[in-house]
Nanobody
Framework: VQLQASGGGLVQAGDSLRLSCEAS????????MAWFRQGPGKERELVAA????????LYADSVKGRFAISRDNAKKTAFLQMNSLKPEDTAVYYC????????????????????WGRGTQVTVSS
């Protein structure tokens, strides 16, 4: 399984970025996809997750209303649209996945996820 994240960069506060995560080696339509992030000196935390049922999503309180997660099963790709970025959003963002059945919950802790990408750096300057 490979998860290739892209789209990170250096932006100013208030700008937008769109992260992409292209998956291979798994049945994409059967996995929950999520983005976690880890800032300097901080623990890894959930940013957003999308169930294999794409209408079920979960967001960290800190990003609600600013970030949007989505998925394109045909392209085996998950996206994280990040708007109104703040300096506190600065972190390495990791794409992750795990197998799930239709009635599975949406998972929120790092230990729940089986597959991880290498991460992409997002830096927001003030």
């Amino acid at each position: 399984v490979q998860l290739q994240a892209s789209g990170g960069g250096l932006v100013q506060a208030g700008d937008s970025l769109r992260l992409s995560c292209e998956a291979s080696g798994l049945t994409f339509s059967r996995v929950v996809m999520a983005w976690f992030r880890q800032g300097p000196g901080k623990e890894r935390e959930l940013v957003a997750a999308v169930h294999r049922r794409a209408d079920i999503t979960l967001y960290a309180d800190s990003v609600k209303g600013r970030f949007a997660i989505s998925r394109d099963n045909a392209k085996k790709t998950a996206f994280l649209q990040m708007n109104s970025l703040k300096p506190e959003d600065t972190a390495v963002y990791y794409c992750t996945a795990r197998d799930a059945i239709l009635t599975s919950p949406i998972y929120s802790t790092p230990g729940d996820y089986s597959f991880w990408g290498r991460g992409t750096q997002v830096t927001v300057s003030s």
